[in-house]
């Protein structure tokens, strides 16, 4: 399946030339070995990859005991893959790297040896553990991958014609048109209850069946909670916590995390590093209140309100609906026709929190809470910055619809409050485009142009 990282990686290897290594870092089965390997086949005349997810410990002690004997080292390696390596036209892909800190500290050594390229795929690549007695290379250069887009999943459908069209409209600000917004929004519905997992994807495409890419969807989850019994350093039941709780918090009309619910005396500062670790296994994607609308978002960041959304939103239904452990057909074709009113919502912000990811923003909210003032009171989904500052209107305030029905009082307070810092207020619906009283209504598959 075709993946936009693809162009990155064939940016690194055009520009780089050698210079440095390439680390891609992502969740668990968002398809970072296969990426590696197939640019790996189509652009080297060979390559070497190192998987220290099982390889033995004879090939792991080569990265320690021959680091000032190069020749050495990449002559057990040749031999040991039955691989020749060609000078400036192989690459040796070091896959889950963090499984071997030591092997990421040698990369300083190999690219200055100059021989070869080097990629690293890996994740939890910023936690203690995997880290620690190491010097992090400056040879790397550090690149993120996500679960597919819309575009992709649209790409793994076989349908490279109708994103042209959106973007289209998008830039013209022109309605799709009935037929077509009819049409992206049927394949939005799949993308968002499938999700964009490769392999949940796959599997959609092969079956058709929704029972079947749940149980796939299953498989990924159960493997995220063994890598949080395995890799979390003692905080296993503080990170499950957060995990299990997740459905629940989104699940609620006010979607900041509270985690009394998880237990009465609960505070930040013990649930601090497990926030961290989902967000570092890039399971989660964590939004913070920004507590002033204004240029440099993180500056006004309030680090103890935060919304925890899921990284994947095909995942995070198969994880809120799980009574039975599966979620049955009946429930993915009415979420798939509009007909499960329940928790729609829930999953509508948290598809726009992942696509606002994948497209490059940190995530940020604004909530404000007033007993004097009406006015001041207000919640926003979601702010995201203009991508060249000037001296005002900066921030785009985002709400998130799921229904046709909807009030605007937070929004419209908003821009009457913040009249300088706004640039265009956009509320993401289910319906097609327009510009309505100064607000710019999108539908919720245009997200990703933001």
């Not at 939890?124 to 550090?142: A, G, Q, Y």
């Not at 009935?178 to 049409?183: D, P, S, T, V, W």
């Not at 079947?212 to 990924?220: F, L, M, W, Y």
């Not at 923003?361 to 000037?390: C, P, Q, V, W």
Request: hydrophobic share 35%; with cysteine; proline share 3%.
């Amino acid at each position: 399946m075709k993946r936009k990282i693809y162009d990155k990686l064939l940016g690194w290897k055009n520009t780089s030339k050698g210079d440095t290594a390439l680390l891609i870092d992502g969740a668990r089965r968002v398809g970072k070995s296969y990426i590696a390997e197939e640019f790996a086949k189509e652009n080297y005349k060979s390559y070497i990859l190192v998987d220290f997810n099982k390889v033995n410990d004879d090939v792991c002690t080569l990265f320690v005991n021959y680091l000032d004997d190069l020749d050495t080292l990449f002559m057990y390696l040749s031999s040991y893959y039955n691989t020749k390596l060609y000078k400036r036209e192989s690459v040796i892909i070091f896959d889950e790297v963090q499984m071997f800190p030591k092997a990421r500290a040698a990369i300083k050594y190999l690219v200055a040896d100059g021989r070869y390229d080097y990629i690293e795929t890996g994740s939890l690549m910023s936690i203690r553990k995997n880290v620690k007695d190491i010097t992090i290379p400056s040879e790397e250069r550090h690149i993120r991958m996500y679960p597919m887009d819309f575009e992709e999943f649209l790409w793994a459908m076989d349908n490279e014609m109708l994103m042209p069209v959106i973007r289209d409209c998008f830039e013209k600000k022109k309605p799709m048109g009935q037929m077509l917004h009819r049409k992206a929004m049927d394949y939005f519905r799949q993308y968002m209850i499938v999700g964009g997992m490769p392999q949940a994807v796959k599997k959609y495409i092969q079956t058709r069946d929704f029972e079947e890419v749940d149980i796939t969807k299953r498989n990924i989850l159960t493997l995220y909670r063994e890598d949080i019994m395995k890799h979390s350093d003692g905080n296993e039941l503080e990170i499950e916590a957060i995990f299990d709780e997740i459905p629940a918090q989104l699940s609620k009309h006010e979607k900041k995390f509270k985690l009394s619910d998880i237990k009465p005396t609960a505070r930040m500062r013990e649930y601090k590093q497990p926030f961290y670790w989902l967000d570092d296994a890039m399971i989660v994607n964590t939004c913070y209140n920004s507590s002033e609308p204004n240029i440099g978002l993180k500056m006004n960041m309030d680090r103890k309100t935060l919304k925890c959304y899921m990284a994947d939103t095909g995942l995070l239904i198969s994880h809120a609906f799980d009574e039975n452990g599966i979620v049955s057909e009946e429930i993915y074709k009415k979420l798939l026709f509009d007909k499960l009113s329940v928790n729609s919502g829930m999953l509508m912000e948290n598809i726009v929190a992942q696509m606002l990811t994948a497209a490059g923003h940190k995530l940020y909210f604004y909530s404000k809470s007033s007993r004097e003032k009406a006015e001041d009171r207000m919640e926003i989904d979601f702010l995201i910055a203009k991508s060249k500052i000037t001296n005002k209107h900066n921030i785009s305030p985002i709400e998130v619809k799921s229904g046709d029905r909807y009030t605007l009082s937070s929004i419209k307070k908003f821009m009457n409050k913040y009249k300088e810092q706004t640039n265009i207020p956009y509320v993401l619906h289910t319906k097609d485009l327009k510009e309505e009283n100064g607000i710019t209504y999108l539908p919720l598959y245009m997200t990703m142009l933001l």
